[in-house]
């Protein structure tokens, strides 16, 4: 009897083990002692591979770095996985990824003419629905914004810095020879002789900003929409480019540009310009922050000079980098819910602000900013974008086919030197376009 006792309690000891062991064991599948779920707990974070190109000497770093950092300071839900690869690297790495299949979630890059394949290829899926859902986001960004990551009716990133032309004088050069600031061609023309006459090189100018000057002139009888359509070959290019045209090349024969112009970097046109060796500038606003700071009292951004009396106020200006999500990324719904408040914050107003306060550029954005906090210089190219008639973007930056780029350099240097006529350009040009319509805005 006594035996039976103790193997009855010995049953009871072991069996108390087992569900205690199997409770443990449940809690430990179905939750924590407070009931929380451990699966979900551990799962609750989202990671996410990002790839920029914001890093190094490059001036926006000192800003997008940060704000990748402060964003997951204040999204415990979110991890990030980040790579960067410097200036044109980017383009490389990105092409390798992808054609791997393991495209980052999330990356920076160029508009279409850099992107257009990853488009067609399926590689990053068209955001247009998340944009609309949210219009007051949208209504952020300046119009026109979305045109360089737009293909066919689909919008395919969001745009975070923009570009514009500035055109600076040396008003103290302009006194000492008596030569009134341009406000037309003609006068543009007169003041050009009249420095090259006295031994100054009228512009600090390389072969982009020639050929910027040649699209100012060209656009200020333009609408964004008539120069989509020379873009697309759906207009041929006439009169108005031929009248550019003879415009820059009267200006080259003028000797308006330093010798050896057409192999400058940009950084080197501006050093003739701090040197003051030359009166007139005529640059990307990126290259701003190079003008010598100690002459900055000299220096004052002015509208760029009208070709005729047709012509209105242009800025050249538009978006040049976005940012992106794969589309993997959009296919997996916490990954997109993640990586689109991501870009976002990347593309909205607080970093915005920052880009122009703390680094002198310009973001895609109507950012609010101190204006106490900014140069002259960038002052003054804000002001001329807000007051200009007629915005135009770049061709090289977002309207052309990227096919045609490498060709409308050469036929234009080749018109700057005088190897081709001003008519010869222009069917050089539709001749171009023609094999290589920009197709991104077709139907």
């Not at 068209?126 to 119009?143: A, G, K, M, T, V």
């Not at 290019?237 to 200006?251: G, I, Y």
């Amino acid at each position: 009897m006594k035996n039976k006792k103790w193997i009855f309690t010995i049953l009871i000891v072991f069996s108390l083990v087992i569900v205690g062991c199997q409770q443990g064991a449940n809690e430990e599948e179905n939750g924590d002692e407070n009931g929380n779920d451990s699966n979900e707990v551990a799962n609750d974070v989202t990671t996410l591979s990002v790839l920029h190109s914001f890093t190094g000497q490059q001036p926006e770093a000192a800003v997008i770095e940060p704000a990748f950092d402060q964003f997951v300071e204040e999204h415990d839900d979110v991890e990030l996985s980040i790579e960067t690869a410097g200036g044109n690297d980017i383009e490389q790495v990105l092409r390798v990824q992808t054609s791997a299949d393991d495209a980052p979630d999330v990356f920076t890059h160029w508009g279409m003419r850099r992107v257009e394949d990853y488009i067609t290829n399926g590689d990053i899926p068209d955001i247009s629905e998340l944009i609309e859902s949210e219009p007051e986001f949208e209504e952020l960004f300046r119009e026109g914004s979305f045109d360089a990551v737009t293909y066919q009716d689909g919008i395919y990133g969001l745009p975070f810095l923009g570009y514009t032309y500035a055109f600076v004088v040396n008003t103290e050069l302009f006194e000492e020879y008596d030569v009134e600031i341009p406000t037309n061609y003609d006068e543009l023309l007169d003041a050009v002789i009249t420095f090259e006459e006295n031994g100054l090189s009228p512009f600090a100018a390389n072969n982009h900003s020639a050929r910027y000057m040649l699209l100012n002139l060209f656009s200020q009888k333009k609408t964004s929409d008539e120069m989509i359509d020379h873009a697309t070959a759906e207009t041929p290019f006439a009169d108005e480019l031929e009248s550019a045209a003879e415009k820059v090349q009267e200006l080259a024969s003028a000797g308006a540009y330093p010798d050896g112009y057409l192999n400058l970097e940009t950084g080197q046109a501006v050093e003739i310009f701090n040197a003051e060796q030359a009166p007139m500038l005529y640059v990307q606003n990126w290259a701003l922050g190079n003008l010598d700071s100690e002459q900055a009292e000299k220096y004052e951004v002015v509208p760029f000079p009208l070709g005729d009396d047709d012509s209105v106020r242009t800025t050249i200006s538009g978006n040049g980098t976005f940012i992106y999500m794969s589309d993997d990324a959009y296919q997996d719904p916490e990954k997109r819910e993640k990586a689109w408040e991501l870009m976002k914050w990347i593309a909205g107003a607080e970093v915005g602000t920052e880009i122009i306060e703390e680094v002198g550029s310009i973001p895609a954005i109507e950012a609010d900013y101190d204006e106490s906090k900014i140069s002259k210089m960038l002052a003054g190219t804000l002001n001329d974008l807000e007051m200009a008639d007629n915005v135009i973007p770049s061709y090289d930056e977002e309207l052309f086919a990227s096919e045609v780029e490498n060709d409308y350099w050469n036929f234009t240097d080749s018109l700057l030197l005088g190897d081709i006529t001003p008519e010869q350009y222009v069917e050089e040009m539709n001749a171009l376009i023609e094999e290589y319509p920009n197709m991104q805005f077709a139907e």
